[in-house]
């Protein structure tokens, strides 16, 4: 029997539902082996599903909760953008909220084989790590 590969929005919502959880693992599975995080774009770049894992990793402690929703997805030959808004609890109470956009390529399997985030993190790490 032939696998269905998953849409892009499928994956988008995979995706976002691995952070909102806050599991690593699925977060990962996300990725093609060979993917490139661009996130934010400008910064060094990660590579490969152990990049994908040491930089959701690099944010856990900073998190109690948070929930990722993606707000309107476009979708067109390979490739996804689409907005999104992130609240987060700090592990002290502190809130953090964060709007972005957010650029997928995708292999044949439906796995991100580059991401492109188009956003600041330096306020939301403040607000979380503020004291």
């Not at 476009?74 to 609890?89: D, H, I, Q």
């Not at 964060?98 to 790490?125: C, Q, T």
């Amino acid at each position: 029997m032939r696998e269905i590969m998953p849409s892009a929005e499928q994956t988008i919502h995979t995706y976002a539902a691995a952070i909102t959880a806050l599991d690593t693992d699925a977060f990962v599975a996300c990725f093609a082996p060979n993917c490139e995080l661009n996130d934010p774009v400008g910064a060094p770049p990660s590579y490969g599903q152990d990049g994908a894992r040491a930089f959701f990793t690099g944010f856990l402690p900073l998190l109690d909760s948070i929930e990722f929703r993606p707000v309107a997805i476009f979708a067109a030959s390979g490739s996804a953008a689409y907005s999104w808004v992130v609240e987060a609890t700090g592990k002290a109470g502190q809130s953090a909220r964060a709007e972005g956009i957010d650029v997928f390529e995708f292999d044949a399997n439906g796995k991100i084989l580059r991401s492109f985030g188009y956003w600041d993190p330096g306020p939301f790490v403040a607000a979380l790590t503020a004291a």
